[in-house]
């Protein structure tokens, strides 16, 4: 089908390819991380997804469905998620790949700090099933020191899926003397609490299991130093989502 | 008859036919587990008596104690308890608990170097019966092998034969007695044997008429056996207790009269349920009753012992029996199989702690009931103590009375059995293409002499053409030695007691196998899609390999190399297929290493995949350790493309992956596990799969604190290990494989 005079190709750029996704939204899931992504989350785990360029695999839609497909019948339950990097940064091919993916009826779920909602991100949101919004932390000014980016976008974002009705899971990472305020984490809550298409809310224990990817690409590791939470702290961070009738994991 | 009594049917009454028993009279469960009863005290104090026992065995290096005295034989022994009273369910090898045996008749200088590794001296007189008078299995190999044979044996080209141990692989049909009484199953071994009276005497008559006189000879031992354990076993058993002990019965007297490398049970927990049916029925026991005779039936199989070599510990570490236990499935009418009774063998893993034997094996279907599946995957997640095998798979070939023989291979249940051929190292055989039949280690010549590529760079026509003339030669010497072993085997170390429980007429097959797999796959394709440069020592042969550029290793659902592995897998075979088998065998493969892969590792230089020379192999047909990285779906479904019409003996993945890579609660684990069971045994899918639940960490805290993890098991190529058992090599090879953790 490479014929020169077909329109130019769209290409995901993508970083890795998991098969087996067990994390990232519900039951097993082929998961594509893309490749860039415009925030700089000090905790950000995959430091190596961060620049647009470096992508291990450049594939069209059609080519990534394709590898998706072999695959199939491990994701009954399951599905497919893009997550990255951002993929919203990559919206034309996320359209494309997710309409592929729902007409072969499959669960289709993106995972995004949902900063952006142009157009072309509105029609990827027409074909997905779940999003996974992770708002990293619901005070304006620590989310811009945290991530290097605004929090208003994203909250823009969270009210648009709510107007849409797209099932949303908040994803919420709990970092020791970052994000672990107890008001921050209430008034996170009472916003989400808000919101009528929220499904479930995770809190993700900070870890640093990214640290060797830090090492690799030469970086420092702004939290090498910081702890891990204590399990006490995690659960009264659920308990605060819990008192609010939220669904939490 | 009384103990028929409430079971229906007629077929069987009227011949030997368990299947049709089983078929009659089985009931399906869908229930969960919830109605499992913890060990009874009495199975307490003997699990813990044993516990220290093995304890004991482990500190004194392995082997507790051993009798020299005879060579073991179904009635050598007299009757041995661990605690009489407390036992329902009796019988021993020896004497004493943990007390090993001795074997001679399958070779008198590998049974010498096992007693000598453990302190003991053979026995003047045994040793002088087995080396003047008598016969036995190895020197009857060794007394044909041609030269060819023996070079490519050093060479570790062939490895792991069973020309010096006891073959294994047969299962006898340890149900028959239980179900027909010893007298019935006596007399019509008699009738087979008169119905070979009249005609011509030949050799192939006259062995019959032979074999079939051992046969009822072992049935008469097993009688005078089962009596000094206070058991007539003359007539069927008539309650769960008695059918129970006379299923133990069988297979003790199988593993008293030889030391087969596996000793597999069968197909029983669905049978015994239709026993402990009745009894629950009647009242007569309670469940925790029940499950009590289960436990104390495991409990002693889990004791079984043999005295191997340090060679033959190389092969197959950790001291496994194989008592291979094939659970569930379903029907060829599409009824389910899976009992009350099955749940009761995957609990024993609670009630007695885990533990490697007996080697459990849950034959899988999508269809399988949610309960079911659920409570398999918790038992895998909690124990790494069991393995999968695709029913959907086998039954169009087997039926619905298979069982797994040894390691993963299927077979039917007293109506085949299998030669079995251990394996040969792929990768050599492409470095002897390379390097014109000489050996890479040794610089040898082991095959007849051809001109060796002299290239800088591989090229991929030159050298496939070549692996096939050296995988041509190989296999013809490979099918000899098969060949032999077997008839030597049949002659001087015969199973009379399992062959007695099959049919008079049975199936043969002959299993060959291959180790390496993934590193040929890999080497070819980089040889083809990469440059691979060679690099000669002064002899011109090919030590080590430069490549330049890329290519997509095994294990990543690449078309391309998943068609390699196809390719391969199905030359292999198709080159055994034209040769002539001992006893007109069907010849079938596996892709099985046990714990080999480390021993051909170690034997094989440098392959132009990039592994690096004397490393082990990934075991089985795993993707080469490190090299799948695109999750383990990408990974099933390059190993799901080998056709299993080649291999119909095996093909054994071992998958590892740690418990947060599975899912983050219990739940999401188990229901996880069990979608990705049902994504890779689809009926045309994936054959085998071990299962391995652990973080790395765990496994290396165990390397250096063993007293912690007396029960840490894994699963390793088609059995189950206890992982403190492994020598510190295995261990680091264990930890070295892909194990998939969360992104």
């Not at chain 1, 992504?37 to 950000?44: M, T």
């Not at chain 2, 605690?83 to 049974?111: C, N, W, Y």
């Not at chain 2, 072992?218 to 058993?237: I, N, Q, T």
Request: some cysteine.
């Amino acid at each position: 089908m490479k014929n020169s005079e077909t329109p130019k190709k769209v290409i995901g750029k993508i970083h890795s390819i998991e098969s087996f996704g067990t994390v990232d939204g519900p039951g097993i899931r082929f998961v594509l991380f893309m490749q860039g992504c415009e925030f700089r989350c000090l905790y950000c785990h995959n430091p190596d997804t961060q620049n647009l360029d470096g992508a291990a695999y450049e594939l069209t839609p059609e080519e990534a469905f394709s590898r998706m497909k072999k695959y199939k019948n491990f994701y009954k339950d399951g599905g497919v998620t893009v997550s990255g990097g951002e993929p919203l940064l990559q919206p034309t091919f996320l359209r494309e790949f997710l309409k592929l993916c729902r007409k072969a009826g499959m669960h289709t779920a993106i995972d995004t700090a949902g900063a952006y909602l142009s157009e072309g991100v509105k029609a990827v949101l027409e074909e997905t099933d779940l999003v996974l919004l992770d708002i990293k932390c619901i005070d304006s000014d620590i989310h811009q020191s945290l991530t290097g980016k605004p929090l208003e976008p994203t909250l823009v974002f969270a009210e648009y899926l709510a107007q849409k009705g797209i099932p949303v899971w908040i994803r919420y990472v709990l970092v020791p003397g970052l994000t672990d305020r107890e008001d921050l984490i209430e008034k996170h809550a009472d916003f989400i609490a808000g919101l009528q298409n929220v499904e479930l809310v995770e809190i993700l224990p900070f870890h640093k299991l990214g640290t060797a990817k830090y090492e690799k690409l030469g970086r420092k590791y702004p939290l090498k130093d910081t702890p891990t939470p204590s399990p006490e702290q995690v659960q009264r961070a659920k308990e605060i989502y819990l008192s609010r009738g939220l669904k939490v994991k | 008859m009384k103990c028929w009594d409430g079971f229906k049917g007629s077929l069987w009454k009227t011949e030997v036919n368990v299947r049709d028993f089983i078929q009659e009279n089985y009931t399906p469960y869908y229930g969960d587990e919830s109605f499992l009863a913890d060990a009874t005290e009495a199975t307490k104090t003997l699990s813990d008596k044993v516990g220290e026992l093995i304890k004991e065995e482990a500190d004194k290096g392995g082997v507790l104690d051993v009798d020299t005295s005879m060579a073991s034989t179904i009635k050598s022994h007299l009757p041995g308890y661990i605690d009489k009273p407390l036992e329902k369910i009796v019988g021993l090898q020896t004497d004493k608990p943990l007390k090993r045996a001795i074997f001679p008749r399958s070779g008198i200088s590998q049974l010498e170097k096992a007693l000598e590794k453990y302190g003991y001296h053979l026995d003047e007189g045994i040793k002088n019966t087995y080396t003047n008078h008598r016969k036995t299995h190895n020197e009857g190999v060794l007394s044909v092998y041609t030269p060819d044979i023996r070079n490519a044996c050093d060479a570790g080209i062939i490895t792991g034969l069973p020309d010096n141990y006891g073959r294994g692989r047969h299962i006898g049909d340890y149900r028959r007695i239980a179900l027909y009484g010893l007298d019935y199953i006596l007399s019509e071994k008699e009738g087979e044997f008169k119905l070979l009276e009249p005609g011509e005497m030949t050799d192939e008559t006259i062995r019959m008429r032979e074999e079939l006189s051992e046969q009822i000879q072992a049935l008469h031992d097993f009688r005078e056996m089962c009596l000094s354990y206070g058991y007539d076993v003359s007539k069927p058993a008539c309650n769960a207790q008695e059918a129970i002990q006379y299923v133990y019965f069988s297979i003790l007297a199988a593993a008293k009269q030889h030391d087969g490398v596996t000793i597999s049970l069968g197909r029983t927990s669905t049978f015994l349920d239709i026993y402990i049916e009745r009894d629950l029925k009647m009242n007569r026991i309670t469940e925790e009753e029940a499950q009590e005779l289960i436990d104390h039936f495991v409990m002693k199989l889990r004791i079984f012992r043999f005295l191997r070599s340090p060679d033959y510990n190389e092969l197959f570490s950790g001291d496994p029996t194989w008592i291979t236990e094939s659970i569930g499935g379903f029907g060829v009418d599409g009824r389910l199989m899976v009992t009350k009774n099955s749940y009761r063998y995957l609990h024993t893993l609670y009630n007695l702690g885990v533990g490697p034997e007996p080697n459990l094996t849950i034959l899988w279907s999508e269809r399988l009931p949610e309960n079911w599946k659920k409570y398999c995957s918790r038992v895998s997640v909690e124990t790494s103590a069991i393995q999968y095998e695709n029913d959907d798979l086998m039954r169009p070939e087997f039926g619905d009375d298979y069982a797994i023989s040894g390691c993963v291979g299927a077979l039917e249940i007293g109506k085949s059995t299998q030669h079995f051929g251990a394996r040969v190292n792929l990768p050599k055989t492409l470095l002897y293409a390379i390097n014109g039949g000489r050996d890479e280690i040794t610089g040898k010549q082991v095959t007849p002499p051809f001109a060796p590529i002299t290239s800088e760079y591989l090229d991929y026509d030159e050298v496939m053409e070549r692996f096939g003339a050296v995988q041509k030669w190989l296999v013809g010497i490979y099918v000899q030695a098969v060949n032999i072993i077997h008839y030597m085997h049949d002659k001087y170390a015969y199973e009379s007691l399992q062959m007695a429980l099959h049919d008079l007429n049975i199936k043969r097959y002959q299993t060959f196998g291959i180790a390496g797999l993934s590193i040929v796959v890999d080497s070819l394709m980089a040889i083809k899609n990469a440059k691979v440069r060679v690099i000669r020592n002064l002899e011109g042969i090919a030590t080590d390999f430069e490549i330049t550029g890329t290519y997509v290793p095994f294990g990543n659902s690449n078309d391309e190399t998943d068609q390699m592995a196809v390719k391969l897998t199905r030359d292999f075979y198709r080159e055994i297929s034209t040769h002539k088998m001992y006893r007109n065998s069907k010849p079938t493969m596996s892709i099985l290493t046990i714990t080999s892969n480390i021993v051909y590792g170690k034997m094989t230089g440098a392959t132009p995949c990039g592994r690096q020379a004397f490393t082990p192999f990934s075991p089985g047909v795993n993707p080469m350790n490190g090299r799948d990285c695109n999750g383990a779906v990408a990974s099933l479904a390059s190993v799901r493309d080998i056709p299993y019409t080649c291999a119909r003996d095996g093909i054994s993945y071992t998958f590892a992956i740690t418990p947060a890579a599975l899912g983050k609660l219990q739940e999401e684990r188990q229901s996880n596990l069990a979608q990705l069971l049902d994504g890779y045994f689809t009926p045309n899918g994936g054959q085998h799969l071990n299962v391995n639940v652990f973080d790395r960490s765990l496994l290396e805290d165990a390397m250096e604190h063993p007293e912690k993890y007396p029960q840490l098991t894994i699963r390793v190529s088609g059995y189950a290990v206890n992982f403190t058992k492994l020598t510190r090599e295995q261990q680091l090879d264990v930890i070295s494989r892909t194990i998939n953790e969360a992104k």
